[in-house]
Nanobody
Framework: QVQLVESGGGLVQAGGSLRLSCAAS????????MGWYRQAPGKRRELVAR????????YADSVKGRFTISRDNAKKNTVYLQMNSLKPEDTAVYYC????????????????WGQGTQVTVSS
């Protein structure tokens, strides 16, 4: 079984910074891409940033220039989201995602989600 564990959320004032971390564990053979999504109250879950195992990262327009996603080369299954210049509209539950995960002993690719971490930006 694959698990994603997030950390780093919290309360911050507008203009501040937070860094989210997500570590995937389990009998993982490969992960195609890891990313961060967020869901604000009453809104649909949306992509924030995504980083494939090979290829360029992509960001939501609303976070370009403020957020940076990265993957730990030493810990291939760990992804970070550095969030700078935070705005109240960034307030949401942030979810880590790993897609096209091939687990040892599995017969197909699967997608996995973390439990979510709350980010609250006060004005």
């Amino acid at each position: 079984q694959v698990q994603l564990v997030e950390s780093g959320g919290g309360l911050v004032q507008a203009g501040g910074s937070l860094r989210l971390s997500c570590a995937a564990s389990g009998s993982i053979f490969s992960i195609n891409a890891m990313g961060w999504y967020r869901q604000a109250p009453g809104k649909r879950r949306e992509l924030v940033a995504r980083i494939p195992s090979g290829g360029s990262t992509n960001y939501a327009d609303s976070v370009k220039g403020r957020f940076t996603i990265s993957r730990d080369n030493a810990k291939k299954n760990t992804v970070y989201l550095q969030m700078n210049s935070l705005k109240p509209e960034d307030t949401a539950v942030y979810y880590c995602n790993a897609d096209d995960v091939w687990s040892i002993g599995s017969s197909r690719f699967n997608d996995y989600w973390g439990q979510g971490t709350q980010v609250t930006v006060s004005s």
